[in-house]
């Protein structure tokens, strides 16, 4: 390995060095490897390319930072501390991975200013930065270079680039020549299992240029090469990977190059020798004064453009400024409610995700923040409505995304435009299909943040394309994951209150479950959005009840019609729906008794019957599903399944005659 | 397009376009374009080259092939009707997509002789069939080129290859040189939401070739070059890609080429032009009698092969025989029983991961057909044992496979290893990347086959690598999802049993989720195995009981801390420990009453409580993670998320008070 002709850069980096070693020794937890290889480069790009204010780590056209490789988080606490972001202190740096401390095992966002998302699953980082520099094309499109101009930065692992998830986003960045993403690849040739080579055989660059990207391969210790590469990255008219061969945990004598350094401290005899190796004589946690005066004046570089950019924005006019700061507009909603009263007075009967394409075309002329697309099922998810316009590596003044094949990239990508900011992303695939995109949105509820999950097709309403097109066990699984609101409408009138509860939801992802099949009109009114309340009783008499029918979506209807028979029978019911028990749960006891009721309970879902034992206890019945689907019309499978008007009703009348 | 100078093979393909478009104009749904697209080279593939024999489909040596574009289904189904398969008949034919009929929407494994693997969610069956061909060279490399000696083959589409488990899949097989592999890519240019070029700029070949493939790139509706580019493959010593130029819905006048024929039937007036366009004469259903006989000479192709096989496979011994019938060997688990009646007299108290290890370590040595493996954790997941040997491109004869960063690989790999038979494979990631393999999980489950999950660090035991490494959703995610059993074991004993069943369970998958932390050793005896009883009173007093406290894995022990707390006090409960929901609920009504009791119930789990309420009941108590978890010591976390033993005991006291 070459040595880096710039002492100054080493120096630079040996700070980042210490810190993390001796971070990590001290929590006794943590992996060296990645902040010791990969702190050369990493000092270049902080200090010569990186355009921020660590003064305001928020500022709307600083450049995106993602640490792809999470597990490498001391490398990016110590950049930020040295840089000078008040928000992290050395304090902060010693109480790495302890609880309640902003320097968590993996970099959380919102945990500490300018870690711009939350990584640690492996490949999530590339894929959101693909998301992070399309939102900026596309914002750069629509308001021009003085206000949005700016780079996305990756660095990533081998572990990043196994990852299936990072073909997807390759190829979708390749494919629209998103040429202000610059990834640098740590490529150390060393894996948790030993070496790379043990199960991996790929040319990466040739994989990479395959896709379309720019490629370059420098020595990542050698910070002449870094800074050269990183200077051809920028003027590239494609998106580029730079493989940066580096010995992981560099300067570590006797364990750098292997993988005993990736995920565990060095231990105290092998950071003494690598205090001598490196010859840096400063305790733990000290650093010296010249290098940290270096760093802090890289923190400041910046602030001639940041005040420019702040003068810009000012007189940038009312839209950009509140498209930055999240705030929709005005009365974005009020054809979205006109919509519900016509469908009341129409009693208008449509698939759900037909609803949701009505809802569609009365909200995305009044948002220019919204950013659609599907996973190649555009036209069965019906995300793409009229007026909508597909961006493209010509021409970025779009608000759809065709995301190809690539259920995972999609996920990934809109969390990426979420946390850029100054866009709203929704996409769509089928609600099955949303196992492929679970790390993804499992990512999204973790960080709090707004993407809106059109997933169609939401049962064995799908009919013939069968079991492996039928979600069962998806609503369960969602319901239990925390921090994301499943949202399942019964009508065009429930549709519409979720996608105003989904557009507003600032700090909660959304998933809107819909069907294929056609469903009646069922809500009465639609003066408040009962759908807020997560469940409300649509149908029935909620004083004299002698049971209550509990359903979602679809079934809704199934329930309706029950009450109907039932009603024949002199038997009276309320029927429940629903769409959201997640906000249902956070209602107080009071609301929610009033809607529980005490009567005997029945619940009907064509889906998993799993988790309804909370609202029907344990005297109440539950009809759904208790295995896969089948390939048949779906008329005939809500019949052979038992999900029928009629088996509720028997369900319910059994219980009243107890 | 040139036309293919082999007027046999039209017809012949013919044979399989008005099959297929009869069939799905019948049942209106389906999707013609691939079957049509695709014709040409299933003919030559499967008169020419796919060694099989119809009157027995489960022959172990004959060729695997995989339709990945599961949606083309009816190109499956007309070549095993004219290949003369005994198991389908035209009326099955004509049953396409009705409920209860073989020939569903989608080709599910088990519905029908000759279906390889339940395929439809994209991507899949590209990944299983590299499990497949690993399975067949494993094999191979054991007993020689007489017993196992075959390809794979595979029909992939697009949207296959834009899916990012493709890549996983493609690097996995370039890495080991799986030579037997060739995929036949369906290179249209259409996906269902138009040109490939509106989402995809990927140069295919490249990025195979970039994995270590060898490619190749044809007209797909040429036979005589299909023929020289399929004896190529198979002399290759990579895996193939075959790129077959070809035009969607090919012979259907207004429709090909385009999406419109991709997914919905071709309609009556279309279908009489593609008459007329292909000379075709026949009526539906109806094939000619000269083509309808090639196709039966051409099903009879390998008998003699066949023959050969059987009697050297009657003459191969014990081993190889037991083997190919999913046979285990008496006895196998003779030193497991050991394991735990040592464990129980040495009271070893270790992580079930640890306990996963030593079982490993006694059972690996009498199972043959076990090949183990992790996604880049092993020494993490702890599933290589002492004795076991890595597989690699020039040494298959080995029981261990390096997966790479290739979680949702692996999950497809081992799926297609099950399938093949002969062996029985396990593999191991954080049981948090569970969610990565997600879809495939659902296929092990949706196809009822024996696949082992080893997923480890299953809760905020984890500690301090935090939320995104810390499972909280994903129990109840796999108890909602049918067909799979999640074990939840609490000491080496409980994980000694559970991998009993789960080696023995032959029909469904399981989950074995493990700790990362030591816990006790809490069982007495092991006469018999409880966990295949799926709960049992582990602890205390279960007919004077006050209450019980029910628990899985690393909160059995906690439960058992608080009973003793609690009979300080005076206060007799019963400790039910829970390590499978799914065969719990199996048990009669009257085991799970003596079980569970009558007396008031707390729950105590390390992850969302979602669920417990069916068996907690209304008026009893779950003490569970609300949220997610977060970076900190183990034991810290337990502390701050209130999931403790003096918790439990409160709980349980204020429910007894009460």
Known sequence: MSFCCCQKNRKMANAIRFLSADAIEKSNSGHPGMPLGMADVAAVLFTKFMKFNPQDAKWFDRDRFVLSAGHGSMLLYSVLYLLGYPDIGIED??????LGSKTAGHPEYGNLAGIEMTTGPLGQGIASAVGMALAERVLNARYGDDLCNHYTYVICGDGCLMEGISEEAAALAGHLRLNRLIVLWDNNNITIDGKVSQSNATDQLKRFRACGWNTLNIDG???????KALKKAKKSNRPTLIACKTSIGFGAPHKQGTSKCHGAPLGAEEIAAMRQNLQWDSAPFEIPTDILQSWREAGRRSLGEYQTWKEKAKSAGKEFNDVINNKLPKNWDKDLNRLKEESIRAQTKVATRKASEMCLEKIVPHIPEIIG????????????VKGMKTITGDDYNG?????????????????GMALHGGVIPYGGTFFVFSDYMRPAMRLSALMGIRVIYVLTH????VGEDGPTHQPVEHLASYRAMPGI?????????????????ALESEKEPCILALTRQALPLLRKDCAENLTARGGYVISGDSKNRQATILATGSEVSLAVEAQKKLEEKGIKTAVVSLPCWE???????????SVLGTAPKVAVEAASGFGWEKYVGNNGRIIAMDGFGASGPAGELYKHF????DNIAKAVEKLVRK
């Not at 608000?399 to 969390?415: K, L, P, S, T």
């Not at 038992?642 to 008007?645: H, V």
């Open 93 to 98: 740096i010693k109480n790495f991975r302890q």
């Open 221 to 227: 210790h050698n910070c002449c090469q870094i800074e």
């Open 458 to 461: 939401d049962s064995i309403g």
């Open 373 to 384: 697309g599907s996973a190649d099922l555009a036209a069965s998810n019906l995300t793409f």
């Open 485 to 501: 609101l499943t949202f399942r409408p019964c009508d065009v009138v429930e549709t519409a209150e979720a996608w105003q509860l």
């Open 399 to 415: 608000n759809n995304v065709m995301y190809g094949i690539r259920e995972h990239a999609m996920a990934a990508v809109m969390n």
């Open 642 to 645: 038992g999900i029928t008007a």
């Open 583 to 593: 906000l249902f749960d956070k209602q107080d006891a009071r609301y929610k008794n």
